[in-house]
Structures are given as structure tokens and as C-alpha cells.
């Protein structure tokens, strides 16, 4: 069975640095790619950043591209680091892990393994 973990985020003050860390693990598992949706109150869940596995190919939304970074660590860590936090990047985040597509940006949350989630707050 997989199991899709994310750590970091909280609260951050808007102008900060966040990171969010997801691991995947599982026997023998090794998606084609990874990436972050996020939620934010009382709108959909939107993509934020992905990256292949092989390939190394990356996704940035308009909203964080220039702020974000997204960097595979090893055969299923994945980071995501964001400056310049804005109030706009409250929301839940979740860590999608596919083995479906190379772009984690379409990932499917009944197709593929999701997180949790974790909540970032971004104060002014």
C-alpha cells in the first residue's frame, strides 16, 4: 500500500519562505511524477507545482511561478519551496504522487495517491 506524507508549512508571514516536503513510500514504488494542489477556502482545488521523474520536467502555476521551486531529493521525496508568501497562498496543500501521467499537474486524486494534506497560513 502507498502512503503519501507531507511536512512543513504552518504559519508564515506574508514576504517568508515556505517549504513543504511529501514522501511517498510503498514497496517497490516509484511514480512518474509528483506535485502540490492546493485549496484555499471556499475555492477548487488548483495545481500548483510538478515535477517528472524522469526527465526532471516541472509545472508552475502563474500564481507562484518566479516564487516556487520544486525539486525531486531521491526516488520519491519530493520538496517544494516558495518565497515571497503572499495571503493569496493560504490553503490546504496536498502532495499527489502518480503513477498515471509524467504530469503530476493532471494528476488524479482517484487515480493516483494523495496526501492528507497540510495547512498553510500566510499572514500579513
Known amino acids: 500500500q502507498v502512503q503519501v506524507v507531507e511536512s512543513g508549512g504552518g504559519l508564515v508571514q506574508a514576504g517568508g519562505s515556505l517549504r513543504l516536503s511529501c514522501a511517498a513510500s510503498?514497496?517497490?514504488?516509484?511514480?512518474?511524477?509528483m506535485g502540490w494542489f492546493r485549496q484555499a477556502p471556499g475555492k477548487e482545488i488548483e495545481p500548483v507545482a510538478a515535477?517528472?521523474?524522469?526527465?526532471?520536467?516541472t509545472y508552475y502555476a502563474d500564481s507562484v511561478k518566479g516564487r516556487a521551486t520544486i525539486s525531486r531529493y531521491n526516488d520519491n521525496t519530493m520538496v517544494l519551496e516558495m518565497n515571497s508568501a503572499k495571503t493569496q497562498d493560504t490553503a490546504i496543500y496536498y502532495c499527489?504522487?502518480?503513477?498515471?501521467?509524467?504530469?503530476?499537474?493532471?494528476?488524479?486524486?482517484?487515480?493516483?495517491?494523495w496526501g492528507q494534506g497540510i495547512q498553510v497560513a500566510v499572514s500579513s
Open positions: 510503498g514497496r517497490s514504488f516509484t511514480p512518474l511524477a
Open positions: 515535477v517528472s521523474w524522469h526527465g526532471s520536467n
Open positions: 499527489a504522487a502518480s503513477t498515471t501521467t509524467e504530469d503530476a499537474s493532471s494528476s488524479s486524486r482517484n487515480d493516483d495517491h
